[in-house]
């Protein structure tokens, strides 16, 4: 055999790039039938071989604004800014059980797909990102509620309406920067997964979902808008329900949470991503 009989099979070498620049939007717009149909995939198990399917969208703050409005509103009594409490509830449950399925779901992505990840090579940040867009669904479901419920007890949104998409994001940028921590120490500590309901029921009793944020003395607020859901639920209350406007320093604080979160979770997943497949 001679070396023109040879043939070379050449060799693709993947490698991570430096700092942020390692979101290589491009990539991700060329995989984004794969984005499509984990997103169809997760709405779709969820769902699968269920009496009530998509209800359960419905039914699960439905039920927790009841049993909200029968304790906190009738019993404890706790101040709802003029709003009915069921409404007023509700309407912070919206974004939260959002928020909350979402950071779930993409906090055990990785470890969910690590037959997918040891195989094929495709952007990471697919498998996390999957989880919060189809969190959406349930969210478009759930708002619809609200719309009936304001209706019959006759109040309109004013014009912050227009900021209501503003808030959605926080939200879904809130949940996938958590988000990418968990999923990525989810890979080397599988406790974590142990570790998220716990935490996320601590982070609703933290949030203003129960109650409102004008409880907190005023010289703690600017403290506790460091929870970025803090801005999230005061925004959507605003926006929807007519409530005076929130405190915008609150809302800028808790708007910066949010790009530090996903920021540093961009950079610790990026950082962690070359080690998933040899460990998962």
Not at 190 to 204: A, L, S
Request: proline fraction near 6%.
């Amino acid at each position: 055999m001679n070396d023109s009989e040879i043939s070379i099979n050449p060799t693709l070498i993947i490698e991570t790039k430096k700092g942020l620049r390692w979101i290589n939007f491009r990539e991700l717009w060329h995989y984004r039938e794969l984005l499509f149909f984990l997103v169809w995939r997760s709405v779709g198990v969820r769902y699968r071989q269920s009496m009530i399917g998509a209800g359960w969208a419905i039914i699960q703050p439905l039920m927790t604004m009841a049993v909200f409005t029968v304790i906190f509103g009738r019993f404890a009594k706790i101040p709802s800014d003029g709003i009915p409490y069921p409404i007023f509830s509700y309407c912070a449950l919206l974004p939260w059980t959002y928020f909350s399925r979402s950071l779930s779901g993409s906090s055990d992505s990785l470890v969910g797909a690590q037959n997918l990840i040891t195989k094929v090579y495709f952007p990471r940040l697919i498998l996390p990102l999957s989880d919060v867009l189809s969190g959406l669904v349930d969210f478009v479901i759930a708002f619809f509620i609200l719309i009936l419920m304001m209706f019959w007890y006759g109040i309109a949104p004013n014009w912050g309406v227009l900021l209501l998409p503003l808030f959605i994001l926080m939200s879904m940028v809130t949940a996938l920067g958590t988000g990418l921590w968990l999923t990525a120490l989810n890979v080397k500590y599988r406790d974590i997964k142990f570790v998220v309901p716990f935490f996320v029921q601590v982070w609703m009793y933290g949030s203003p979902v129960i109650y409102s944020s004008t409880m907190i003395p005023e010289q703690f607020r600017s403290l506790y808008a460091l929870n970025p859901m803090v801005g999230v639920i005061e925004g959507f209350r605003w926006a929807l329900v007519g409530k005076p406007a929130p405190d915008w320093t609150m809302i800028a604080v808790s708007s910066t949470v949010v790009g530090i979160m996903l920021s540093s979770g961009l950079l610790y997943f990026r950082k962690m991503e070359k080690t998933f497949a040899d460990i998962i």
